[in-house]
């Protein structure tokens, strides 16, 4: 029996139960399989399948990403297309790309099922895919019916909310969550296990947003990285530049206290100078980074935390910041519930950026006096791994309790989408 969880920068795998996941890979498939399953190997792979191929043609697929094409297709029934650029390096697990290639998606399901985690057809599956998707019942519909109706796959099938998984990861059953994720940051309120639907809240602002913002910051160094790897297609090496800045990003990523982010004024001296001094120190050991050429890359405290301004700047009156998305969840709660302390859990990898619970506590209490209490109660807490939403997952599905809920392939021939608003949708 298997976990995965897809939707997010990487795809995490591993077997039911299991504390950590087995395998974390790319979120990327390849027409030729790589010697290793690092990020470089399967850029390398891809650049070398698209050696002396043909320029992609206009036409591409725009399946509506019921069924189409996905039953029974394997790497040598895709072979007459799996060599055209367009198919040689493949990003997965976007709503989007899903629905152009549902077959790429399958096979690379039946792929970590099979191959990596070595599991029968006849082993369950339980995914964990993003809060956007679950909110999308025609989505949902469809994605259970390509699974359940492709044969070799899986016999069962369940779909999990990160939300969910990170509250059991916590050791909670009860949890307002907010999810910083790669493309975006989702707020959910989790009741005894449960998504509170009419609480789930996502702006389309992640870890990508920010990415995107160092890569301007550190364009000077792009020629040196790019040239770092000449072996690399041009489209190879726009990832390997993504993912590179990516790592800088991770060493240097700070956010400001909101004197310091919005003013650049510097922290008060007294109370707590000690730790800021301290925090000081470490953040210039880790910025001391090098490019391949042996260039110091460095950026200044202050250019260093702007990107992350993202989440918490509001551009017009749709858009929303991440203090706002909060305490809007919060409020929506039962008048009852509120009277209680309600459990706040910080995940995703934003959310473990130095100063970012901090800079959020700030502003949750200049919007909400309740924060003062939460704040002094040690309420807000951050999710100290990368992969909370899977091993809550993990820990949901081995469970006696969690039988009724796998959705069967004689239950979806039977009753077809009707059981998911039975066992999922409530």
Same mark, same amino acid.
């Given at each position: ?9 990487? /795809?995490?795998?591993?077997? =039911? ?24 190997? =399967? *850029? ?22 019921? +069924? ?9 029934? %895709? ?30 399901? %039946?792929?970590?099922? %099979? ?23 025609? /989505? ?6 390509? =699974? ?28 307002? /969550? ?5 493309? +975006? ?64 990003? +991770?060493? &240097?990523?700070?956010? &400001? ?44 405290? %202050? ?36 009277? +209680?302390?309600?459990?706040?859990? *910080? ?12 800079r959020l506590m700030e502003e949750l209490k200049a919007q909400d006096s309740t924060y003062f209490r939460y704040e002094r109660e040690g309420v807000l807490n951050v999710a100290q791994t990368a992969d909370g939403a899977w091993m809550g997952a993990s820990m ?10 796998? /959705? ?19």
């Open positions: 029996m298997s976990v995965v969880e897809v939707g997010t920068y990487n /795809v995490r795998a591993g077997y =039911i139960g299991d504390a950590t996941c087995t395998r974390c890979l790319p979120a990327l498939r390849v027409a030729v399989a790589p010697e290793e399953v690092d990020l470089f190997s =399967i *850029l390398y792979a891809a650049s070398r399948s698209l050696e002396g191929s043909a320029l992609p043609s206009s036409s591409s697929s725009s399946s509506s990403f019921a +069924h189409n094409e996905a039953c029974g297709m394997d790497g040598a029934s %895709r072979s007459k297309d799996s060599n055209t650029p367009s198919n040689a390096l493949l990003p997965l697990w976007s709503l989007r790309q899903v629905e152009s290639h549902p077959a790429a998606h399958v096979d690379s399901l %039946r792929r970590l099922k %099979r191959d990596i985690l070595e599991n029968d057809e006849q082993d369950p599956l339980c995914l964990v895919l993003p809060e956007v998707w679950h909110e999308r019942t025609d /989505v949902m519909e469809a994605l259970f019916q390509l =699974i359940l109706e492709t044969s070799g796959l899986t016999t069962a099938l369940y779909a999990m909310r990160p939300s969910v998984g990170w509250t059991f990861a916590a050791g909670a059953a009860s949890s307002i /969550v907010m999810d910083v994720g790669h493309s +975006h940051t989702t707020v959910t309120a989790v009741l005894d296990g449960y998504a509170l639907r009419h609480s789930v809240d996502t702006i389309p602002v992640g870890g990508d947003a920010v990415t995107a913002q160092y890569s301007e910051l550190l364009s000077r160094h792009r020629p040196v990285v790019e040239a770092a790897v000449p072996v690399l297609s041009s489209v190879a090496r726009e990832i390997y530049w993504r993912d590179w800045v990516a790592d800088v990003k +991770h060493c &240097l990523a700070r956010v &400001l206290p909101l004197q310091g982010g919005l003013g650049g004024v510097a922290l008060a001296e007294g109370k707590g100078s000690a730790a800021s001094a301290a925090k000081e120190a470490s953040v210039r050991v880790a910025m001391n980074l090098q490019a391949p050429d042996g260039t110091r890359v460095h950026l200044d405290e %202050r250019k260093a935390a702007l990107p992350f301004e993202v989440f918490f700047s509001t551009h017009s009156d749709k858009q929303r910041s991440v203090v706002t998305m909060m305490t809007m969840c919060k409020q929506r709660m039962d008048p009852e519930w509120q009277l +209680h302390t309600v459990p706040h859990l *910080l995940a995703g990898a934003g959310g473990r950026v130095p100063g970012f619970r901090d949901a599905a081995s469970s006696s309790s969690f039988e009724p809920l796998w /959705v069967t392939r004689g239950e979806w021939a039977e009753e077809g989408a009707s059981v998911l608003y039975r066992k999922l949708f409530y």
